[in-house]
């Protein structure tokens, strides 16, 4: 049976735009758009998850804020939890390490881009949380 990997993941909004990465080459999921974090370790919090990958992949200091969502992904080999969570940039200027290219996006094109599977129900979750009233 296989295990399960708990993975934080970071929503970074600021004016209005939703920060994304895109995996390089190589890595696992490469080219694949993911909302940045990582693996938690043992007796880490995904709060102190999200801190130390936000500092080791971009070199930014981060303020975790509240709890999005989660997302429950069979990715054949492993099985990954993903938990969401508001994520404010304090400081640091954005450097690409474990990511090829960065963007910020409008809400409103968080559709246009290819998601990383675990990372879609997380979209969805923002979204939902950011207009909680759908119209018929």
């Keep these: 049976m296989k295990g399960q990997i708990d993975v934080a993941a970071a929503i970074i909004v600021k004016d209005h735009k939703v920060f994304l990465a895109r995996r390089k080459p190589g890595a696992h999921l490469a080219g694949f758009w993911e909302f940045p974090g990582g693996k938690l370790e043992e007796g880490e919090t995904p709060e102190q998850c999200l801190a130390r990958e936000l500092l080791e992949e ?6 975790v804020g509240h709890f999005v969502g989660e997302s429950l992904y069979d990715y054949g080999a492993k099985l990954i939890r993903l938990l969401a969570y508001e994520v404010e940039h304090v400081s640091g200027d954005f450097e690409l390490i474990d990511h090829d290219e960065m963007r910020w996006l409008d809400e409103s094109e968080l559709d246009d881009v290819n998601w990383a599977p675990a ?3 997380l979209v969805k979750h923002y979204k939902a949380a950011r207009n909680p009233i759908e119209k018929i």
Excluded at 58 to 63: A, D, E, G, H, K
Aim: net charge neutral; no cysteine.
């Design 119 to 121: 990372d879609i129900p």
């Design 58 to 63: 971009f070199n930014i200091q981060v303020r």
